[in-house]
């Protein structure tokens, strides 16, 4: 097995639509240039979705521009993939016009969070994405597709396994390149991600899954580590675990990047980023936002000798 | 393979002595006594080392003594076993004169941090060991031995595996009915876990050993699963995280024990604790020491509906 992972990086969107306070633009560009010099390939940033919803991504338009233009000038390298999420066939207009180079659809493993979440059947959101996979095609531009709350809903508790694979079977069908399986409100056990990944690898060839894990109850690694030991190699993360958790106020939302680099690491596992220059990113942000943010590496520091030599 | 693990709670002991302020004799025992109503049956209480040295084990023989009466009138279940922490002869002729259930001894894996912690070699400390195991024997009181930074050191970084196994093998050989091996920084990577684990139980037998992680750079859960793979049944935990980290100051300690039982639960894996009572425990003594504790979990919260059906 590959002794690689791709890390997608949630910051600027998954985790910065769950801050409170939004962030400039200015800021959200500086961000996305710093974590592309960290080495991160993959970068979600921003949404095309409605501003008075979601203010948070008002301005993704400018971003993506400001951005796009920082890599004609070599300041981002040009291999860094940057992603918006998009929520239908006018989003995806938007996401053309801004010029990022794939685009994000979303579709959740319960009624009840899709109505709740997007205001609309699970079946409504598929017939939504028809129009913006055409567009995507014609444009030839990569769309990744994610599905939320695949290990529990914070209406439903339960959700069913079954639901979770056809539907992530429909996305990858349907032509996302990469399906992000989530554990939205950080409930998965490893268990359960063992078996759940396991199925769904029957139906789908396992690189084309990712692994989405939030840390609210603190079992994100340990989930991470269930998937990747299924054969996952894709997770995605947010710098500092950026955003928390609108389900439970004043928890941890994304799993913080850092500490998933400093996992696989310590394992001799590649993730072709520069830990110390993200907990710098940390470090920096933290500051420019002043917040406190929950990395637990990045607060405690790297150990001083390297851990790859002490296996 | 057992379906069942073992928490040996150490918020009394490793997560009390890493905290700032000690706490009130009055709150260690009703935390002991809440402790032991939630269900925990393995609990480090306190340690006869030098009041000077760490004032927060100071009373550790009051402690047992109140404890060993709630136990007597039944307040405190007769099951439940508590355990200090000796040093050597002095400590261990105190630990019998408190009536105390069990002890446990303590070495370091490598010889810096064995000086810098006990002010003593390796080889010095088993000296010390020999007349606390002897009077051990001849009390018949149990004795659980700790091995320190078997994963990484503060001082010098790197640590010998094959040191880690003879100095684990050399406790059980002494007397140690379990040997606990431990993450003391928080700097293991779950292959680093697995590897000694499986190496380990080549010459001791599984079921003899525990697993001690710190949470510092929070993969104490993958950790824990890692070696909970390898077939290690006990781990040693602390509510809410108690208790700090010496050599990364602000930064967790002790894994946080509701943390361990959630994942634990959630794999359908018996603990014996009532989580729910422990998520008590923390808030309560959150209150009583007006400190947030780590405890992820123990913030969010447990999800609404049991996560058991879900899988």
Redesign the interface.
Known sequence: MSQKVKIVEMSLRDGLQNEKTPISVEIRVELARRLAQAGFQYIEIGAFVRADKVPQMAGSSEVIRKVLELQRTKEIPKTVRFAALVPNEYGMQEAISSGVHEVAIFASATESFSQSNINCSIEESFQRFEPVLALAKKKKIPVRGYLSVC??C?Y????S?KKVIDLATQLYKMGCYEVSIGDT????????VQ?MFSKLKVKLPVKKLAGHFH?????A??N???AYQTGVRVFDSSLGGLGG?PY?P???GNV?TE?VL??F????VSTGINLPADIENNHWLSEKIQKQLS???S???L?????K???
Do not use: Y
């Not at 439903?156 to 959700?159: A, D, H, Q």
């Not at 409930?187 to 359960?192: D, N, R």
């Not at 840390?215 to 079992?219: S, W």
């Open positions: 290990f529990g914070p439903e508790g339960k959700v396994e409100i950080g409930v998965a056990s490893p268990l359960q078996k840390d609210t109850r603190g079992t690694l340990a991470i580590l269930a958790c439970a004043g928890s941890s913080a500490d400093f996992m690491e310590g394992m001799g990395s637990k590496v607060r405690a520091g150990p001083k000798i390297s851990r030599t002490s296996v």
